[in-house]
Structures are given as C-alpha cells and as structure tokens.
C-alpha cells in the first residue's frame, strides 16, 4: 500500500484554536519534509493552505531523497500550458517523484480567485483541462479551441512524454459530473474519511463508469489517525481533542463548511450534523473510526482510533474494499508522523518505490540537446 502524510499549515495540539497552534514556517516545513522522507512514508501530500504548494514543493525538494509529492492544483485557475511547463520542471528536478492532485474546490473558495463557475460546470471545465494536459504531457503540439481554453501551437520544451514521463494525475470528488471526470482522466482516484463501507460502494461506482472510458484506476482515501499503544490510551487521546472543541471552533467550522456546494464535504458533515455530543463515542460512526474532527476542521474529519493492532486492522477492512492509497495525519503532524512510522509502518507493505533516476540523468538531456542542435545545423 502506499502511506502518505499530511504537509499543510495549520498545525498544532489542536489547531483549531490559536493557543492549540504553532507556526508553521519554512523551518518547520524543511524538519515535517526531512522526517517523512527518513522515516518511510510513501509520499507527503501538498494541500491548499496558505501556502502555495508549488513554490513549498520546490522548495523541499532538497531536503529529500526518495518521499513523493502529492502537490495540489486548481483546474482553471492556471492555463494548462503552463501547469504542464511547471510539472514537467518539477517532474525532471526530482526525478520523477512528482504526482498532481486535481482539485476541483467549491465555488466559496475558487470565486476568491475570480472564478465563478457553478459547481457541474467546474467539472465540465476540468474535463476541457485536462484533455489539453494529457496531449501536452505526450510531447504532442497542441492547438485547442474549446469552450473555456484557446490554445494555439502550445508544446513543451522539455521531453515530455518520453525522457520526462507525465506525472501520476490524483483526483477527488463525489459528484456525479466529479466522478465522471476521474473515471475519464486520472490514475488515483481519492475519497475523504467515509467507513470501509461506504468507500467499497463509492469505489464499485467508480469501477462502472472507469469501464465505460476502457480505464482502470487505483484507489485511496484521506484519514486521521489517533494511535496510542492501547486502544483505551487512544480513546483517551481522542477525548483530549475533544474537550478542546468549544461551541466558538465549533460554530465557526460549521459556517465555513455550510457554505460549501462541495459533495464530499456534505458527506463529512452528515457524519456528526454539526452537533457535539456529551459522549464522544456517539459519533464512532464505524468501528474504531471518530467523525469528531470533523466538528472543527473542514474537509476529511474522520479518524482511526486505536492501538497499532486496531489500526493495522483498520487500514486492512479498508484495502479489503479496494483501497491501495492512504493519505494520513495527526495532530500535531511532526509528533505524529514519528509515532505512527514507529507503531505502525512496519507492521505495513508499504509502497517506498524510488523512480528510476535513469530517466532524469543531467547527460541523457545533455546529448538529447546536442542531437537536436546537430540536426538543427
């Protein structure tokens, strides 16, 4: 399986309050993307927050050897052509440890960019999109006249396609128009914190429509993860969280959320309805998995809970149903990451594939621009 932690701002205890934070900086991003990459996860995952992913990932990209990275990106709100010249740069200066997750938003968050588009037609945009990448990706020039993109004899100058391969495309979404999208275009398609059960149907619905396109996807799903060397120890853990959960973080959490026309986030939100019982475990919506973060923190707000074992067997119900992919995290990300690699990544097959640096060789490209200035002359 592949185990990918959580890279984004804000972090903390409990993060929702301003005593529960901490900063987080470029200092602290350098020690979160040094500790994933030696402790084993398979990857870090670069979400929308307040920092831009792109100049982030760069960024890190010195600090590690081998982690992949998952780095967000907005259809739409960056012209195809140049997504494609940045993720081939990207792609080429890591050596191929690149993967992009499309992220289609809501219209609360993308509107603060000037984009105005209702929630199906976002979609039918991200399907336009998305065409012009793949042909970009596969070193064709492209000359495009469609409904939201004019491109006129675009082509990368970099090998894409060939010495530089298209980076892995990862996609959420629950929509129908949403799901059409991943079963037409991408390679992972992803879902947020719904039960071993609720992820097996989705998966299936998935499956059905991906044959229809002749495609075959992987799957995966973004969770919590409280662990605790017993699981009474991790219930107690849960329980620190949620007395720091006051009406206020509550409150404004829920506002925020019930402003979105995002399906994945309604799915989230019918977990716990907003609504704080006296008894945490009233919103253990499945065995050993807590809703209760999702009370104070928008988007996936569901969380194993559990020692190592309950977690392992946890992780194990999920990829029974199809899951390949993990995305985690805990709170705070650092402390975490650490207590997980060591109480629960050994006890996993992780995915820890580095891809081939033959590909990425400073002389291939080299000789690759020699022949081509040859024949140039």
């Known amino acids: 399986m592949n185990v990918l932690w959580y890279m984004c701002a804000p972090d903390g205890p ?10 987080v900086d470029y200092g602290y991003f350098q020690q979160l993307a040094k500790a994933y990459d030696r402790l084993g996860f398979t990857g870090a995952l670069f979400a929308t927050g307040a920092h831009d992913v792109w100049v982030l990932a760069a960024a890190l990209l010195a600090e590690t050897e081998r982690l992949r990275f998952l780095v967000a990106v907005h259809p739409g709100l960056v012209a195809p052509t140049l997504l494609a ?15 992009i997750n499309v992220v289609s938003g809501d219209a609360k968050m ?8 209702p929630h199906n037609e976002r979609y039918a945009m991200a399907d336009e999109y998305l065409q012009v990448w793949h042909r970009l990706m596969a070193g064709e020039s492209v000359t495009h006249e469609g409904k939201y993109f004019s491109v006129e004899g675009a082509k990368l100058a970099l090998p894409a ?30 879902s947020w914190g719904e039960t071993p059960e609720q992820i097996k149907h989705k998966i299936d619905e998935v499956k059905e429509r991906a044959k229809h396109y002749g495609r075959t996807l992987s799957y995966g799903i973004r969770l919590y993860v409280i662990v605790r060397d017993t699981d009474a120890e991790a219930w107690d853990a849960a329980n620190w969280l949620y007395q720091r959960m006051d009406e206020t973080a509550i409150r404004a959490n829920q506002s925020f959320v019930g402003k979105s026309d995002s399906v994945g986030q309604r799915r989230m939100t019918e977990l716990h309805g907003g609504v704080k019982p006296a008894n945490l475990r ?96």
């Open 14 to 23: 409990y993060p929702w309050t301003a005593e529960g934070s901490r900063p």
């Open 85 to 99: 010249k940045m993720a081939a740069t990207l792609q080429e200066f890591s050596r191929g440890r690149l993967l």
């Open 110 to 117: 993308l509107g603060a960019y000037g984009m105005k588009l």
């Open 161 to 190: 396609g060939s010495s530089i391969p298209a980076p892995p495309l990862w996609f959420g979404g629950s929509s129908p128009p949403a799901i059409d999208v991943a079963a037409k275009h991408v390679d992972t398609y992803l």
């Open 282 to 377: 009233d919103l253990e919506v499945a065995p050993n998995l807590w809703a209760g973060i999702g009370l104070v923190r928008p988007g996936p707000g569901t969380a194993i809970v559990g020692s190592p074992e309950t977690v392992v067997r946890t992780l194990e119900a999920y990829q029974a149903a199809g899951v390949e992919t993990f995305i985690l995290s805990g709170m705070p990300l650092l402390e975490e990451a650490y207590r997980f690699a060591e109480k629960v990544l050994p006890r996993l097959p992780v995915n820890r594939e580095v891809p081939s640096a033959k590909q990425f060789t400073w002389s291939t490209l080299f000789d690759r621009d020699l022949k081509a200035n040859a024949a140039g002359a």
